[in-house]
């Protein structure tokens, strides 16, 4: 062996160990992106302690250091009707609505980007083995539960990217114009983009990668028992169990019954269409 290659040998795995610990943030809009460092972010001066009453990830009451969303999408161009991508180094990634990110009163939710700094480490997501938030974490301040999609935390940040409403990327879920108003498959596709388009696509559509597609080959209303699908919903586990399973558990406060069951009218509308 020569030195050379010895050598190459010896720093390869130092340098993509250092590329895998890299902790930085992209966030692009249609034209530009920018990149920042955990320590540039820090450094911020409207960087602040946010303490969460409860956190749905911890299930307990949580502080971060973290800085305000709008300060992050300040200077780049987005509209009231666009969304924002979040996407996880895990592959996650749920779009957001701007209406949500940049709030106009100061009454509701308020989206913070928290930062794990080297004096406070963040301790492991319960069920998750050793894997933690970090490098940044989504969070939301004064949220009531069922307000802020459980989606909408998202942890293991990479980027975030000004794009068009689900509705218009994938003009494929939606439902029929004429259908009524009343019905219940309309809210229902309101639920699959907050809560289900983040893991799953739906016939290709949407970006999730860590859960089957949802209606190719075949949809679940077509398969599931409907008390088994429902029950599923609320425990994956209580239907099958092993210990890689990521499907959650939507629990009433995340989705309600009336909104389970409308969730399913429009898997329901989707495989009768
Ligand atoms: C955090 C990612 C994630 C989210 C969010 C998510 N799922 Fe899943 N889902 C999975 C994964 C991964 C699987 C595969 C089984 C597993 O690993 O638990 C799965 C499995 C399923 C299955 C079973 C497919 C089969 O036959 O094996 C159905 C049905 C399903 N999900 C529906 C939904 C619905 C409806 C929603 C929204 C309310 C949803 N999922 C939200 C990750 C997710």
């Not at 302690?49 to 300040?74: Q, S």
Request: glycine share 4%; proline share 10%; charged share 25%.
């Amino acid at each position: 062996m020569n030195v050379l290659h010895s050598l190459v040998t010896l720093l390869l795995p130092l340098a993509l160990m250092g590329v895998a610990h890299a902790q930085s943030l992209k966030v692009a809009d249609r034209q530009a992106s920018k990149t920042f460092s955990a320590q540039q972010l820090l450094a911020d001066p409207t960087v602040r302690d946010v303490a969460i009453a409860r956190d749905p990830v911890f299930g307990k009451p949580m502080t971060y250091r973290a800085i305000p969303v709008p300060e992050l999408l300040k200077g780049l161009s987005l509209g009231k009707e666009d969304y924002v991508e979040f996407t996880a180094t895990d592959k996650f990634s749920i779009g957001v609505p701007v209406r949500l990110l940049l709030p106009e009163s100061s009454e509701g939710p308020k989206p913070f980007l928290a930062v794990e700094t080297p004096e406070a480490k963040w301790p492991p997501i319960p069920d998750q083995g050793k894997e933690t938030p970090a490098p940044f974490f989504l969070i939301w301040q004064d949220a009531k539960p069922g307000e802020i999609s459980s989606e909408y935390w998202v942890y293991k940040l990479a980027s975030l990217t000004v794009t068009d409403s689900p509705f218009k990327r994938w003009p494929a879920l939606n439902v029929a114009e004429d259908l009524p108003p009343t019905h219940p498959a309309r809210r229902g596709l309101d639920r699959y983009v907050a809560l289900c388009i983040s893991c799953h696509r739906f016939n290709g559509a949407g970006e999730g990668e860590m859960g089957p597609d949802l209606a190719k080959p075949m949809n679940p209303v077509d398969y599931f028992q409907p008390q088994a699908f429902r029950k599923f919903l609320r425990s994956s586990k209580s239907v099958r169990d092993w210990p890689d399973r990521k499907m959650p558990s939507f629990v009433e406060d995340v989705l309600s019954n009336e909104d389970m069951e409308a969730l399913i009218a429009w898997l329901t509308y989707k495989a009768r269409e």
